[in-house]
């Protein structure tokens, strides 16, 4: 138990930081979808799959952290220095177009959730709410931007109200924990695929890592002792991250099973359906705890996907880039241009006819697919002494990330043959 304690003591609290805002970012509007479609749909029957993730969702994001970390440089710019560049711009290249069509269904549930609550244009919302995340992300200090994401996870926990609320039978949701009743089809493994894509999602390790090589880029450790020390923080950053963003993808889950899947609403289609799950909590208020949820993590997570979509780009190029860069005083250029471009690109494409809810689960899908091979890119990344020295990765972290990536793979795999 002691070492339990040092590891999650008051020090190493103090200093969360990429890993609680990239679990947060997590369960951004397209989480909050595609966790509400797979209660709605199949019930505790789902629940299983958040719980399976999590080891496996930690260790991938601690994989990509430490990469960060160890080289100082992001992912794009460690697959640059070790891949061919055809394998540099295939994960780029999927990057980019996963992270703008995420931006357009994230922003289009933010503005549909404002729509709810006020009426109006949901396209004027789109616009406005576009314009608000990329002049904040433009032109708010980083460290100020950290503070006011880390604030922005609250709105989620509404959720786990909720299932304190109605009457649950909790044998019963263990039990589902445990071995749920699924047949093996398209149907379930599509959202299989969909849960998975929105919780292990490439955009995170992009992210993560980036954040790590900034959080150290001006006073790196350099002694051994200082090293593992650094590592141990980012094993509790993450670990705390990522049990947050699952604890609450199983209780958006567990609720919309409790409301919505037992009041016979099977298949959300649209955003009003998704928030009727938090009626017994809110009554009246149903919409604007709804739309205060979407929206918030929709500010949470758009611009940590044109962020990443940012850093990945401006490695490719070469191009200075980061978050601390003073667009005024004319740094950063490439690196805004390409996080101005992904988010404009996702206003543009908020003007489809396609329904915010789909849109948002057809995303996760999509991230769902792409993972696999970025994982397996990391994988081999965090095992080379050539790119982590001394510092590669344990065989435990090792087994874990493989695991995730061989377990993606094949629930890809078998969505496809049975399509």
């Known amino acids: ?223 051994p002792r200082q090293v593992r020390h650094h590592l141990r923080r980012i094993k509790v950053d993450t670990l705390v991250g990522m049990t947050f963003s699952n604890l609450i993808a199983f209780f958006i889950i567990l609720s919309t099973a409790a409301t919505l899947h037992a009041a016979g609403v099977t298949d959300i289609q649209t955003s009003a359906q998704a928030a009727q799950a938090l009626r017994p909590l809110a009554g009246e208020l149903t919409f604007f705890l709804f739309s205060l949820g979407i929206i918030g993590t929709g500010m949470l997570a758009v611009p940590v996907l044109a962020g990443s979509a940012g850093y990945a780009a401006a490695e490719v190029a070469d191009w200075p880039g980061s978050l601390s860069s003073r667009l005024d005083k004319g740094e950063g250029r490439g690196f805004y241009g390409v996080i101005a471009a992904a988010t404009v690109g996702g206003v543009i494409l908020c003007f489809t006819p396609m329904d915010p809810v789909k849109e948002l689960f057809w995303s996760a899908v999509l991230n769902g697919v792409i993972a696999v091979p970025i994982m397996a890119v990391m994988m081999l990344l965090a095992s080379r002494a050539q790119t982590m020295g001394a510092n590669v990765i344990g065989p435990r972290l090792r087994w874990l990330g493989w695991i995730a990536t061989a377990v993606m793979a094949l629930t890809v795999i078998a969505m496809f043959t049975t399509s």
């Not at 020090?11 to 209660?39: C, E, F, H, K, V």
């Not at 994230?106 to 789109?126: F, N, P, T, W």
């Open 1 to 223: 138990m002691k070492p339990i304690r040092k590891l999650f003591s008051r020090q190493n609290l103090r200093q969360l930081g990429p890993g609680l805002i990239t679990g947060a970012a997590d369960d951004d509007p397209s989480g909050i979808a595609t966790y509400s479609q797979a209660g709605a749909q199949f019930g505790f029957s789902m629940l299983w799959t958040v719980v399976f993730t999590l080891p496996l969702m930690v260790a991938i994001q601690i994989v990509s952290a430490r990469i960060g970390y160890v080289t100082r440089r992001g992912l794009a710019a460690n697959i640059k220095a070790s891949f061919p560049r055809w394998v540099l711009l295939t994960v780029v290249g999927m990057l980019l177009v996963a992270n703008t069509l995420n931006v357009a269904a994230d922003i289009a549930a933010m503005a549909e959730a404002l729509r709810l609550l006020l009426g109006g244009s949901a396209h004027v919302y789109a616009v406005t709410f576009g314009l608000l995340c990329l002049v904040l992300q433009v032109f708010l200090p980083y460290k100020t931007y950290v503070r006011w994401l880390k604030w922005l996870t609250l709105a989620l926990l509404s959720y786990v109200a909720v299932a304190f609320t109605v009457h649950l039978d909790w044998s019963q949701v263990f039990g589902e924990i445990l071995r749920p009743r699924l047949s093996v089809n398209h149907e379930v493994l599509l959202m299989v695929v969909a849960v998975f894509g929105t919780t292990i999602s490439p955009y995170l390790f992009f992210w993560q890592a980036a954040q790590e090589m900034e959080d150290t880029s001006d006073s790196a450790p350099h002694t």
